[in-house]
Nanobody, 124 residues
Framework: QVQLVESGGGLVQAGGSLRLSCAAS????????MGWFRQAPGKEREVVTA????????YYADSVKGRCTISRDNAKNTVFLQLNSLKPEDTAVYYC?????????????????WGQGTQVTVSS
């Protein structure tokens, strides 16, 4: 059974930083592309960032470019999202997702497995 478990969310002040983790089990993690998505209240889920199986290719949404770093540790089956200079508009539920194809994907329909999400709230 595939499980993706996000952690690291919480309440953060604007201008601060956070690091989210997503621990994967039940799949060959090192062959999957991984992505982080978010969904704000009343809005559709959107891609934040994605990383290929090797970590050699990454993608960042314009809204987080320059403030965000995605990384992965294939030995620990974990993908990370570092987000700096947080803004109130970063408030959302953040989800990690796994793509069997192993490549970078910005479209959620390509992802095969999803975590339950972790809430991030940025106060102004």
């Amino acid at each position: 059974q595939v499980q993706l478990v996000e952690s690291g969310g919480g309440l953060v002040q604007a201008g601060g930083s956070l690091r989210l983790s997503c621990a994967a089990s039940g799949l060959t993690f090192s062959s999957y592309g991984m992505g982080w998505f978010r969904q704000a209240p009343g809005k559709e889920r959107e891609v934040v960032t994605a990383i290929s199986w090797s970590g050699g290719t990454t993608y960042y949404a314009d809204s987080v470019k320059g403030r965000c770093t995605i990384s992965r540790d294939n030995a620990k089956n974990t993908v990370f999202l570092q987000l700096n200079s947080l803004k109130p508009e970063d408030t959302a539920v953040y989800y990690c997702a796994a793509d069997f194809r192993g490549v970078v994907a910005g479209t959620e329909s390509f992802y095969d497995y999803w975590g339950q999400g972790t809430q991030v709230t940025v106060s102004s």
